[in-house]
């Protein structure tokens, strides 16, 4: 079946310095990658979908790439702020109809000044 | 824009007791879902539902029911509730009839099991 893996745990990176958590996924169908991020005593948003032809999806700054050759879609942003400190999802889902989304463990971002 | 209200925010029950919670949607979506969010793994999949009272099985179903009585709104029941259980069950809804658009989620209810 279909399955999500990100960077595990916790990411603490001091402000201004990159941001890149990666999230490799296996599917046996054409897979359609999201990641949605979770503030603190919020609900999950959708940050970024992958889109089917080659765009590189951006948003708020971060960006993401599908590569289909080695199955990931690592999310990206030149500069951490002390405001994307967050919870981070990687999701998988397929063109199937089977109304399912798959998502990875999380990976916590903490951005410290 | 609409929003997802999931009721009670936090929920504090007893060893086997029977617990409800209760989402609520005004985006119009057909298709609703009950998560279960816990440390370190991730969002994992309760029930969902594709119409009003159509319901079908995720992978941690077991332990669960769940009501789709009406297109709007969409309940879960923890049947026994399990002794220093700790959750949060996030309530979504997605306007897809394929699962290839975005979920919209909840605030969250947080369960604990005393």
């Known amino acids: 079946g279909d399955s999500v893996t990100q960077t595990e745990g916790l990411v603490t990176l001091t402000e201004g310095l990159p941001v890149m958590l990666n999230c490799t996924y296996q599917?046996?169908?054409?897979?359609?990658l999201f990641w949605y991020v979770q503030h603190l005593n919020e609900a999950p948003k959708l940050l970024l979908k992958?889109?089917?032809?080659?765009k590189r999806p951006e948003h708020q700054g971060f960006h993401a790439t599908l590569h289909k050759s080695s199955s990931s879609f690592h999310l990206q942003k030149s500069s951490a702020q002390l405001s994307d400190s967050a919870l981070y999802y990687c999701?998988?889902?397929?063109?199937?109809?089977?109304?399912?989304?798959?998502f990875g463990a999380g990976t916590r971002l903490k951005v410290i000044a | 824009g609409g929003i997802i209200t999931q009721t009670p925010k936090f929920l504090i029950g007893q060893e086997g007791q029977k617990l409800t919670l209760k989402c609520q949607q005004n985006?119009?979506?057909?298709?609703m879902y009950w998560y279960r969010q816990d440390s370190g793994k991730g969002l994992r999949l309760i029930y969902y539902?594709?119409?009003?009272?159509?319901?079908q099985k995720g992978d941690l179903s077991e332990g669960y029911d769940a009501s789709r009585e009406k297109k709007s709104s969409f309940s879960l029941t923890v049947t026994s509730a399990q002794k220093n259980e700790m959750a949060v069950f996030l309530c979504?809804?997605?306007?897809?009839?394929?699962?290839?658009?975005?979920?919209?989620f909840g605030e969250g209810s947080k369960l604990t099991v005393l």
């Open positions: 539902s594709i119409t009003e009272n159509d319901l």
């Open positions: 599917s046996t169908y054409s897979p359609f």
């Open positions: 979504a809804s997605s306007i897809e009839v394929t699962n290839t658009g975005q979920l919209y």
């Open positions: 999701a998988l889902s397929d063109d199937t109809g089977n109304y399912k989304y798959v």
């Open positions: 985006f119009n979506h057909d298709t």
């Open positions: 992958s889109f089917t032809d080659n």
